[in-house]
């Protein structure tokens, strides 16, 4: 009997890659109809396998969503690698990294940091990811502050200053009288080309107050 092709979609996923096949088919779902439409059932039907078999992977729609998330931050991760090897246009290639990803993936951008659907986080593997995602942009600070003794304070820093520009853009939150004729590119190419001056700025503050602060606790 000749087997039909769906039935050679569903042998292939018994060689350990059923959960990959699974949490791709739940990343398409989610950019094509939102995180509402995921369904571990939808999911299943998507991947061309047994409604039953994500339930191998995955408890549940959470659990699913969490597995998601962590891809996210995976990717998110793979992009901030190094770009340059001069230390300033790494760091403004770094930024630009961050929200071209959030932009292009806005559906997984907001799953991964807009989202209480992982508030109970049954994957720890997304505590690996985003610390691998934060720990790029550690990498590009350190390569321009080689001594800097704060890097973490300035990761959260420069997270924060690309998250909450990402966030505005994502939800149309800026108005043509906000913006002066400056269009989405050239505020992002902005913002990111003025990453590494803002940094070194914010590092010189840090180590300023190092010393009075040590002086205050001795």
Avoid at 140 to 167: E, F, K, V, Y
């Amino acid at each position: 009997m000749t087997k039909t092709p769906e039935r050679d979609k569903k042998a292939n996923y018994h060689h350990g890659d059923l959960r990959t096949a699974l949490v791709q088919a739940a990343s398409e779902i989610l950019t094509s109809e939102g995180p509402d439409a995921l369904s571990l059932r939808g999911v299943a039907a998507r991947a061309g396998v047994s409604h039953n078999a994500p339930y191998r992977h995955f408890a549940d729609r959470r659990a699913l969503l969490s597995a998601v998330a962590s891809a996210g931050f995976r990717e998110l991760a793979h992009r901030q690698r190094s770009h340059s090897n001069d230390p300033a246009t790494n760091l403004t290639e770094v930024g630009r990294s961050y929200l071209q990803f959030a932009l292009a993936h806005s559906a997984m951008y907001r799953l991964m940091f807009m989202s209480d659907i992982l508030e109970a986080n049954p994957d720890p593997d997304i505590a690996r990811m985003s610390r691998e995602a934060f720990e790029t942009l550690r990498q590009a600070i350190n390569a321009l502050l080689p001594d800097c003794r704060h890097t973490g304070a300035l990761c959260i820093m420069m997270w924060s200053q690309l998250h909450g520009l990402a966030q505005m853009l994502l939800e149309t939150r800026l108005r043509d009288w906000m913006r002066d004729g400056v269009n989405d590119d050239a505020m992002i190419t902005a913002a990111c080309t003025t990453l590494p001056e803002t940094i070194k700025h914010a590092a010189s503050l840090l180590a300023a107050k190092a010393p009075a602060q040590q002086g205050l606790s001795g």
